[in-house]
């Protein structure tokens, strides 16, 4: 892996990830059926000041992979089965509770889905925010309520001060995500995890929340990941783009170079089935005769050799003899700063690619 | 929140007017009606007709002859703290005095006319002389009364005699029972000298005679009686006409004691009793929930979940019988008292325990009480272990997957934080609401309780209440714990507000 | 939502039975379930005074006639008890045929009902021709073959209301049934006596001074029978070698053994725990039956119709939810008349509210899911939309928790027997730990452990049953044992 690091980056002066993700597994529970398999080996990075957008129908281990840098995957049920994720060169799935504390929040802040339910009840907006501040920076009570209000006034709520003494079913979706936000920046983390933070919110709200958190990400220089499936959204937010599948990788690239020419039948499917307005159709393109077509895993060129993007409903003829049928799928560089999830044939696993990396310019 | 407060106050109005009439309903509907109790007490009295005239004073004291909705508005109407009609007055020993009813009719006057209306004349004297005439003639009013209303009884029994004496067809038109109704009997004929009727006219003489008796007694007693021997009760607004008053439940006539004096020394103990209760379930099946919610799965969640069913399912009487029988009994161990809140001695102990100068321990009055109530505490607190912990063990398991305690957890909130101040904190109000569950279903069982260990609270009063069939005991006992226990919940009420900031008061 | 009716819901319900079945708690009581339905539908043949077959015999020996004093003393109801299960249950265990064991436990309990109904309606109208003294009806009844038409009319009747009753099958299918079971009710109503023709005493005195041979049942003691000169025996004591009963030394009597002692009356405390299996199972049923109808119903039109109509009935709900149910229970009970159908009445009409909770709550629920909204958009009657498609999806809770509601039904029960407020003339456990106190001070240990350990087994099985089922159906506590 170093001697792939220092080919690639003998050019500029090599910056470290924030956060690199590495072949992680992760498993649940299920009672008496087999384990669910949420996540089966994903790699991604993180830089500073980078957005990293994690796109990928939903269920397909998204949030499991967030959750997990935070350790806030329940367990048991849940269970990482391999991989790790490094953060200032510690592996955040082996940290200790202890450790792990004065990471979430502090140096890895998260926000969610659900703005509605999200925000304790019973507790005022001001002490949900003070909580956190007081946890991880050693200030009066005073200081922290100072901080809170500032936190209040970067992500734009108005009168910051009286607000503070409300309680979160005064507030609207929107403005309960902002608090969230404000939550989660008030500790000025050095990488923010948002989940969906839009999906539950309507457009012009939508609209402003993200250009928030570009703003603010601008400002402190954090990374961040931005977990959607709003292709939209990644287009106009994210440095670089992740495309997941049932638990695995199936494309990594910088976001004009997907969106220019997608390698992955999967992300050719994503981008098919979105109506252009200037295009005049019938009827939408489904991902599913995208993926179903065979033809679309032909011509895929790697530094080994040919390669077979991976999918896992792919016929059992079209399928190339794989190196170790217990591990098909391997992520494999088919060019500089592209990634594509394949079928480890005997060449792929022969010539491993370096894992997922790409440096912000 | 005074508004609030208001209108939940005043919704307990209904609810409590629908809890009495219900129970109103049931005991005067009841085959046997009031004062069954002493029918059968009276099995000892040598004179059935005496307990026939008793039965026939209590029904007229009662006015169980009207309508039972009339009886229950007028029931209403003393209970009331509004009050119309004339006022009321309170006499020295703090016991109400009303103004002499109207005296009921004489039966059969087709027959045998009743004597003329007429008027007594009579001057209240003033002063202490006024208080003294006053006493004299209403015990005279009652007196002449109580004759005047058994010797009705006693015309309608002749007059059943004769009618049995007559035979068919007018024997059918007797009540099962046997007894005589007057109004069914108009067109009978009361001609000749049979022995039977020669009785009937007797009767109807003997009534005549007890009537002019009552009506003269009862005329003096309502002039004196206008002439304000003592104060006047509550608060007149317009004299004798409308008032503001406490509620009266009247008399009790099984302890001839007025219904408020029973209560007022039985309710306390009953309060008392759940007092203690409610913090030791709460103390013990909360953190017990907790516990089983944080480990759950794990053994102590399964064997407390266990524990607490099993005991969830031994009866209160069950639990009362074997503590009885086994700790309090001398047959066995005999640790506790078997009965009652205090030792005989009880009123020549001191507060605290003490040891004298002998170097013998006393005990103390404290203490023996929590002597006296270990045993009916814990018959009384251990069904609610499982409710309660299991209800908190699903609140916290819900909260526990909740989105704000993931929140929390992603600022970095310590474990034991997270569990205290956001989970716990949350399930706090389930909690409060089972309160609502539980409070009544304790007021009944300590009902049990007070029994089996006769302990003489609310539990005690209402069981010798229903045995003697003393309607206003009864009433006024229901009445009681209803108001007790919607109280309490309006507390819980009010707590919920207090903790949840999402109740809005208005 | 993969579609709605019978299919699914039965699935639903197969899937929760074998949830349920696994968990052993719930599998012993449901065991102990059987057994004491067992003894509540035996118990007059297990213990009874009255022999089996009585010989009388002559001075030197000879047979001079035989009687069937026990089976003059069943009563209508004693054998219908025992026909249908008898009967009935080995065929819905053991019986195939096209109906599935649900549809042959649904016959079996219609047809017991039914055959149930005339017993009851003839020996209503046998009582109300005695009390009319009518002459003409009161010849009727005084025929020698006893009432029979009345018995034959109350037959009729009940068999053509039961016809009237719309249940799958098609008409042809179920007359012959609906036929058997009236005939079975008016055989039961006419033939069966409920008469004692023996004097217990004399047959006892009798049998010692070998003057008759009696066959007796298992235990030959009613619950009703009590000797002044055998109270408060102790357990497992043989009569001979009770002080005042020494005088039977030698003959049947004086061998028996009173098993589980004597009460404070003298009389057997074994037998009157069988007899009293009867009032529990039948209390803890009918009861909780009057409450899931009541509470079902109005709890169906508080969800359904909403509006005033939920605001109206739902102060009735907070009325009965706010008052100490035990406490108006125990005027109710003190007040009424002491019989075990008034028994069975008001603990029904007290304990409804949870079940008008449940169905409220989730009709309320249901109104607004597609199924019911895609119902109503197709134009079927509100009627229809109640009963075909929400009723069944509503009731679930609600029979879930019934389970808890019997067992509390026979608490209380045992309660109020205790107190003395239970039904006259019936065995019942309360009543038989109410005597182990008694006045004098001395506490009788069989009185309280025997009967004590018969409730609390009873109510314990019935509440691990309902957790067992709790379990496995409510979805939101099987998401937290995960
Ligand atoms: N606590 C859990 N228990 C069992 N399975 C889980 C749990 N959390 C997530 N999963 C499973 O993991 C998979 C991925 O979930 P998730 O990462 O939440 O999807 P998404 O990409 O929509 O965020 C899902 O199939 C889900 O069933
Ligand atoms: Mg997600």
């Not at chain 1, 690199?20 to 384990?35: I, K, Y």
């Not at chain 1, 309520?145 to 503070?164: W, Y």
């Not at chain 1, 936000?181 to 933070?197: F, G, K, Q, S, W």
């Not at chain 1, 391997?330 to 894992?355: D, F, I, K, M, Y």
Request: with cysteine; net charge neutral; glycine share 8%.
């Amino acid at each position: 892996m170093a001697a792939h690091d220092t080919i690639v980056t003998t050019a500029s002066k090599p910056i470290e990830p924030l956060m690199s993700v590495e072949d992680l597994a992760v498993s649940f529970d299920n009672g008496s059926g087999p384990r669910i398999q949420a996540v089966a080996g994903v790699s991604m990075s993180v830089y500073p000041r980078q957005t990293l957008a994690v796109v990928g129908e939903s269920g397909c281990g998204k949030s499991v992979t967030a959750m997990s840098s935070m350790q806030l995957i329940p367990r048991p049920p849940g269970r990482f089965d391999a991989g790790r994720i490094m953060f200032e060169c510690r592996n955040l799935l082996e940290l200790p509770e202890r450790e792990m504390l004065k990471v979430r929040g502090g140096k890895i802040a998260m926000i969610f889905q659900e703005p509605m339910t999200s925000l304790n009840p019973v507790y005022t907006i001001g002490d949900q925010i003070m909580e956190a501040v007081l946890l991880h920076q050693a200030v009066s009570p005073d200081e922290a309520a100072r901080i809170a209000i500032k936190a209040m006034a970067d992500v734009g709520i108005r009168d910051p001060e009286s607000r503070m003494r409300a309680y979160p079913h005064q507030f609207s979706g929107g403005m309960r995500q902002r608090v969230m936000i404000a939550m989660a920046l008030a500790c000025r983390p050095d990488l923010l995890l948002a989940d969906e933070p839009t999906t539950a919110l309507d457009v012009t709200i939508q609209k402003q929340i993200l250009e928030l958190l570009r703003g603010l990400q601008h400002s402190t220089g954090m990374g961040m990941m931005l977990i959607t499936h709003n292709l939209g959204v990644v287009a106009e937010n994210a440095d670089v783009v992740c495309c997941m599948y049932a638990g695995r990788v199936v494309e990594y690239a910088p976001v004009t170079e997907l969106f220019d020419r997608p390698l992955h039948p999967y992300t050719r499917g994503l981008f098919r089935c979105i109506p252009g307005l200037s295009e005049l159709r019938n009827r939408l393109v489904t991902v599913e005769e995208v993926v179903a077509d065979p033809r679309e895993y032909q011509g895929l060129r790697s530094e080994a050799g040919p390669v077979v993007p991976w999918w896992p409903f792919m016929d059992q003829s079209q399928r190339p003899a794989l190196d170790d049928p217990s591990k098909p799928y391997a992520l494999v560089e088919v060019s500089p700063n592209r990634w594509v999830g394949c079928w480890r044939t005997p060449e792929v696993a022969r010539n491993p690619s370096r894992p997922p990396r790409i440096a912000p310019a | 929140m005074a508004t609030y407060l208001l209108r939940r106050l005043l919704l307990m109005i209904p609810t409590v007017l629908g809890i009495t009439l219900m129970v109103f309903l049931l005991v005067a509907l009841a085959p046997g009606g009031i004062g069954a109790g002493l029918a059968v007490q009276g099995g000892q009295m040598s004179d059935t007709s005496k307990v026939a005239q008793m039965q026939a004073y209590l029904e007229d004291r009662y006015g169980l002859n009207d309508n039972v909705l009339v009886q229950y508005a007028r029931w209403l109407g003393r209970v009331s703290p509004l009050k119309f009609g004339t006022t009321p007055l309170v006499a020295p020993t703090g016991d109400l005095v009303r103004e002499p009813r109207d005296l009921p009719e004489p039966v059969m006057m087709w027959a045998f006319p009743a004597p003329a209306a007429f008027l007594v004349q009579y001057t209240p004297p003033s002063g202490e002389a006024l208080v003294e005439d006053f006493k004299r003639l209403q015990r005279d009013a009652e007196g002449t009364r109580r004759t005047y209303v058994g010797s009705v009884r006693g015309m309608k029994d002749a007059l059943a005699d004769h009618v049995r004496a007559l035979g068919a067809p007018w024997i059918s038109r007797l009540e099962p029972k046997g007894g005589a109704d007057p109004e069914r009997f108009r067109d009978l004929p009361l001609e000749g000298d049979a022995p039977t009727l020669i009785k009937l006219r007797a009767a109807a003489a003997t009534m005549h005679v007890a009537w002019s008796d009552a009506e003269a007694a009862r005329q003096r007693a309502t002039i004196a009686f206008l002439a304000r021997p003592y104060p006047a009760a509550g608060f007149e607004i317009v004299p004798n006409a409308f008032s503001l008053g406490a509620p009266d439940f009247g008399v009790a006539f099984s302890r001839n004691r007025p219904v408020w004096d029973l209560i007022a020394t039985a309710l306390p103990v009953t309060i008392l009793i759940n007092f203690i209760a409610f913090p030791i379930i709460y103390l013990v099946a909360v953190p017990t929930g907790v516990l089983a919610s944080v480990r759950r799965g794990g053994a102590f969640d399964v064997i407390s979940g266990l524990m607490f069913l099993l005991l969830y399912s031994v009866p209160v009487v069950l639990t009362g019988v074997f503590a009885i029988g086994f700790l309090a009994n001398n047959q066995y161990l005999g640790w506790f008292p078997v009965s009652g809140l205090h030792d005989s001695a009880a009123a020549t102990m001191t507060f605290m325990p003490y040891t004298d100068v002998a170097g013998t321990w006393h005990r103390g009055w404290l203490l023996d009480m929590v002597w006296h109530l270990a045993l009916p505490v814990l018959c009384l607190v251990y069904a609610g272990f499982a409710v309660l912990s299991k209800q908190t063990r699903a609140a916290m398991l819900e909260n526990f997957s909740s989105d704000y305690v993931r929140t929390a957890r992603a600022k970095g909130v310590p474990s034991r934080d997270v569990i205290i101040s956001h989970v716990l904190r949350n399930s706090l109000l389930p909690l409060i609401t089972m309160f609502v569950g539980i409070f009544p279903a304790m007021l009944g069982g300590s009902v049990v309780v007070e029994r089996i260990f006769t302990i003489p609270g609310m539990g005690s009063l209402v069981i010798e209440a229903i045995n003697l069939r003393d309607r206003e005991l009864i009433l006024a006992n229901t009445f009681m714990i209803s108001s007790v226990s919607l109280l309490a919940l309006l507390l819980a009420d009010i707590l919920y507000a207090l903790c949840d900031p999402r109740v809005a008061y208005d | 939502m993969r579609g709605i009716g019978a299919q699914e819901a039965k699935g639903f319900w197969a899937d929760a039975w074998d949830r349920v079945r696994r968990r052993p708690g719930a599998m012993l009581g449901m065991a102990w379930i059987a057994v004491m339905g067992f003894f509540a539908v035996f118990a007059p043949l297990m213990a009874n005074a009255h022999p089996i077959r009585l010989e009388r015999l002559g001075p030197d020996g000879q047979v001079l006639s035989v009687e069937w004093p026990l089976f003059a003393y069943l009563s209508p109801t004693d054998w219908l008890l025992m026909i249908a299960t008898a009967f009935g249950v080995p065929w819905v265990f053991l019986g195939s045929g096209r109906l599935g064991r649900a549809g042959r436990i649904g016959v079996l309990v219609g047809l017991s009902m039914q055959a149930g109904a005339t017993i009851v309606l003839a020996a209503l109208l046998v009582w109300a021709a005695e009390g009319a003294g009518i002459e003409s009806l009161e010849r009727l009844t005084r025929l020698d073959a006893g009432p029979w038409p009345l018995v034959l009319a109350s037959a009729v009747l009940v068999a053509v209301l039961a016809m009237a009753v719309p249940i799958a099958a098609p008409l042809v299918r179920r007359i012959g049934p609906i036929l058997g079971a009236a005939a079975l009710g008016f055989a039961l109503s006419w033939l069966a006596g409920g008469q004692s023709l023996v004097n217990h005493e004399q047959v006892i005195l009798d049998e010692a001074a070998g003057k008759v041979r009696a066959t007796w049942t298992l235990i030959p003691w009613s619950s009703q029978y009590t000797r002044s000169d055998m109270v408060g025996i102790p357990p497992g004591t043989r009569v001979a070698d009770w002080e005042k009963t020494a005088s039977f030394k030698g003959t049947p009597f004086g061998e028996r053994r009173v098993l589980l002692g004597t009460d404070a009356i003298g009389g057997d405390v074994l037998g009157q725990m069988l007899w009293a299996c009867r009032l529990s199972i039948s209390i803890g049923l009918v009861s909780t039956g009057i409450s899931v109808v009541l509470g079902v119903t109005i709890g169906a039109l508080m969800g359904f119709f909403g509006g005033w109509v939920d605001l109206l009935l739902y102060r009735v709900v907070e009325i009965f939810m706010s008052v100490p149910t035990l406490f108006v229970l125990i005027v109710a009970a003190g007040v009424l008349p002491r019989n075990t159908y008034v028994m069975m009445a008001i603990i029904g009409f007290f304990s409804w509210t949870g079940a008008a909770r449940f169905t409220r709550a989730e009709f309320l629920k249901l109104r607004k899911m597609d199924f019911v909204q895609a119902a109503q958009a197709a134009g079927l009657p509100v009627r229809a939309v109640l009963f075909r498609h929400m009723l069944p999806n509503g009731i679930t809770p609600v029979l879930v928790d019934a389970s808890f509601a019997i067992a509390a039904a026979i608490t209380i029960e045992a309660t109020l027997s205790f107190l003395g407020l239970g039904p006259d003339g019936q065995a019942s456990w309360g009543k038989l730990l109410s005597s182990a106190t008694a006045a004098t001070g001395t506490f009788v240990w069989w009185l309280a452990v025997f009967p004590g350990l018969a409730i609390f087994l009873s109510v314990l099985s019935y509440n691990m049953l309902g957790e067992a089922m709790r379990d496995a159906i409510d979805p939101k506590l099987r998401k937290a044992a995960h």
